[in-house]
């Protein structure tokens, strides 16, 4: 390999990039674009969901009993209903995805049988948000259920003994806010490598191609490796611009918090850019035609490193043989890192792994690479 | 390289894309300096060979040398010894004429202290002095094809191999490409141009003849004329030139006849004479002006090689 020849190519691709309005679109606006729309889009939080009140009875109780409810930060109150009506209709007309009803004598038959029931009425149409609101429901209605009974005790002289209360203390570590922010904008920074680095490099050898310049340039004495990292070289530094750009609008923008050494996320993303930009040279060493490369550069990026990276779909709950699958998509690793990294800060030893899994990955694409390109029309 | 091997000798050179034969079994020796013209009509298999010859296809059987190299051996190093024009223009566009001549300076590792001497040189050939900030897409025909001619020989190659350089260039453009030709060649470059022009094959040394994949005949323009036609040539001109040339078909001495323009050529064997063809017309109730005997253009050797009947021996 000639470095002088490599840095020839490596000039000619920089300045051919400068001048061409869509790669330059894709180095540079698609991130800006994804990070927005991805960074802000997606949120698996569901927080101040719409409620309305129907308080039947309208007591001391049932007036804390709501505002149980609407003090919290996982309801909002959006209307007071008056009847059996109102509720139907504000269901139906989508007011309110949940609506709190309390029955006429609720205080009355808690205090003298000791029990009795709140009703939650919920708009299933959407049953992650229905189930994450009961769950919400069921948390305030339990902290109400153990205020109530120290009450009682207390008001009855009897001192709370340790039997029969057990109490769950949770702890949440890593993302101590349970912010889905945290986990997703991670993966949002390996979606758009991918998408951005297999795009970029789908278009440079078939332009050649479908320009008729490959011609000329295989009667040099240029070889296929010189080619190939002389052409990767400008769009691993933008790929690594990029990433920079995301990660830094991760830490900054969007606060996800940062614990893992600069270093290791570096070096991670350096390697999964290689396997992504490999990916996309492939393609174009392939198939002759810029728009057949950069389709199924798109198909094969955009659709497994949503879906089965584990970004947002959580592997875990998917079928075996989808889960198996995921094994083969390499920004599944580098999600899987990017996350360790950012809340964990995992060093590179806590992610031999995947780590090992992308270095093998890049090894494979970059050969596979390599001995695709031939220099001849044949 | 001892003594004088030639610049660029096949043998047996073939090309087969599936069932089609391309190129069928070509030989040919090129002299280091000499200026050989490939001709042929489309599809004849002149860009295959030259496509071989540089390294870019692979031949079906068959072996060649180019500068002394073997192509399926060494093809590196036969490509650092040649410049290539393909047949379509080939170099970016959206580079400058400076960006294109650095860029293909750099591929074919020219000293730095000589390459800024070659572009100037390249520039200056090219005609495009001032120009070298342009970029090249914004460029008339003319100036792309010496620009790529430029490109092509920054590195000083021995051989060049030139594919329809001309095509599609205006002819005082194409005049001034086959200047240039002719200057690398005093300068001992060794180049194979083909053309489909047949007035281009007159400026070359040899001329090889190119049909359905086989070299009919190589030689110099005068040898072509003198020897491969075999017999010798008459024009005339008649009103009713279509039915002319379909009783000409017939005539007793007549080894082929062939509409020119407005004029019919006819081949006569040797020992026929002229008057006796004019006689036959008249008999037929053909009138035609006298047959003259005319010095035969390539496209004479051409149309007279490629058809069906064998020449008689001749020489």
Known sequence: MNLRRLLAIAY????????DPRSLAIALLMPLM????????????????????????NSQLSRGVVNRFTSSDWFRQVAVLQTDRDLRAAMDHGDCIAALVIPVNFSRTLYMTGQDSLQVVLDATDTNTANIATGYAQGIVAQLDADLNANWQGAHGETVRGVGTVDLASRVWFNEGLDSRNFIVPGVVAIILALVGSQLTSLTVSREWERG???????????????????????????LLDAVFCLGTAAFWFHVPFRGSLFTLVLTTALFALVVLGIGYLLSVRIHSQLGASQIALMLTMLPTTMLSGYTFPLDQMPQAVQAISWLVPARYYVTILRSVFLKGSSLWDMAVPVIALLIYAAVIIRAAARAFRKSLD | MNGAPPAVQARGLTKRFGAFVAVDALDLDIAKGEVVGFIGPNGAGKSTTIRMLCGLLRPSAGTATVAGYDIVREPETVRAHIGYMSQKFSLYGDLTVAENLRFFGGLYRVPRAELKERMAFAVTMAGLTGREDALVRTLAGGWKQRLALGCAILHRPPVLFLDEPTSGVEPEARRRFWDLIHSLAADGV????STHYMDEAEYC?????????????????GELKRRDLGG???ELESPQPGAALAALHGAPGVVEAAIFGDRLHVLLAPGTDAAALARFLVAHGLTATPP?????????????LVSRKPAPEAA
């Open chain 1, 12 to 19: 000619k691709e920089t300045l051919q990039i400068w001048r």
């Open chain 2, 205 to 221: 040394n040899r001329i090889a003849l190119i049909a359905a994949g086989h070299l009919i005949a190589i030689g110099s323009p």
């Open chain 1, 34 to 57: 994804q990070m927005g729309l991805l960074g802000y889009g997606v949120s698996l939080d569901i927080k101040r969901v719409p409620l309305c009140v129907y308080d039947q009875e």
């Open chain 2, 190 to 193: 060794t180049i194979l141009v």
């Open chain 2, 292 to 304: 003259k005997p005319i010095i035969p253009s390539l496209e004479d050797v051409f149309v007279r």
């Open chain 1, 213 to 239: 310049t490959m011609e000329q340039l295989i009667s040099t004495p240029v070889t296929g490796l010189e080619l190939m990292f002389g052409k990767l070289t400008p769009y691993f530094v933008i790929g």
């Open chain 2, 232 to 234: 010798a040539l008459v």
